[in-house]
């Protein structure tokens, strides 16, 4: 038997960080030919945006329902588009819109060809802090999310927050749970900080979101280069999602806003930590108290135990047992391995009965 080792080589990635819209196309140099995969509601918020790209010619695949679009027929529409249109390896993919955009840009960038360059530019917070850095790549397929995918990491990643000033108030705070998240699971500091800045996060001062978004990727990215398979801590970016991906299976029909998904289940994976005595009365009060001076809406959003507990057995991230990101104190998140069905059922129950949208 004969062994090959491959070893493969870094990858870096620029990410530039802009406050107007009009900075955005200087960044994209004129060395390829682009393929945009755009999300429809960039052409009407930030039209003079989307006429400068085309007057560089680029090639646009305009994306009406990301949600509904993000599976593996518009990739092959997207790929047959790329392929009419003369596309080769020496091309790019840019992606354009929000995380199920540059997700879906992201896979079909990873497979045309066996891979060419992709650029990304998120444009809601939720993509800026979380979808954007990482690498993971995908699509839905049947009820769950991102089934198929690769790791595959952009060249470029252009974060601008004016587009964030098209988002309404559900919609920001969509993506201000990743930044939540990154300081639950890193330090107390970074969650004080966030709650002492809320007023202003909330009135989406701009060198305040710059300097949290920057703070956030930084968080991410950190862990992402430690663990870029998810074999070890990168999982921590997991907390509350195996919660939030039972919640968001049951609301299938009917799509809700992930980052409200995620903070659900993070209330949950605070509850829980606390019931099973991990998580202290002081910690568990002040997460409880940072997370409360955000105003998020969840009035629509589904509930139903057995389903969402039906829908966490089949998590990709599981093992042999239930795998859940817990907290041991702020900034000390663990993996904990339920092997006790009935426990959990029992927990999920009570949550949603006490549960207050």
Known sequence: MKNLVFKSEEHVVNISF???????????????????????????????????????NFSIFTIDSPEKQKNINTCLDVINFMQKDGFNRNDAVIGIGGGAVTDLAGFIASSYMRGITYIQIPTSLLAQVDASVGGKTGVNHGNIKNFIGSFYNPSEILICTEFLNSLNEQEFLNGFSEVLKHGLITSQTTLSKIKSLAHKILDRDTDV???????????????????????????????????????????????ILHGHAVLIGMLMALDYSKELGFLGDDSYRNAKESIGEFDYDF???????????????????????????????????????????????????????????
């Open 18 to 56: 802009l406050g107007k819209t009009s900075e955005l196309s200087a960044l994209i140099p004129n060395n390829k030919k682009y393929c945009v995969v755009l999300d429809k509601k960039i052409s009407n918020f930030h039209k003079s945006f989307v006429d400068e790209l085309q007057s560089r």
């Open 209 to 255: 979101l710059l300097e949290l978004i920057e703070e956030s990727i930084d968080i991410k990215s950190q862990i992402v280069k430690e663990d870029f398979r998810e074999k070890g801590k990168r999982k921590f970016l997991n907390f509350g999602h195996t919660f939030a991906h039972g919640i968001e299976s049951v609301n299938h029909d009917v799509p």
């Open 299 to 357: 009035t629509d959003i589904e509930l139903n135990a057995e389903e969402i507990f039906e829908a966490m057995k089949s998590d990709k991230k599981n093992t042999k047992a239930i795998n859940l990101i817990l907290l041991k104190e702020i900034g000390q998140p663990f993996v904990f391995e339920e092997t006790s069905n009935s426990n959990l059922k029992d927990f999920i129950t009570k949550f949603i009965n006490d549960f207050k949208k």
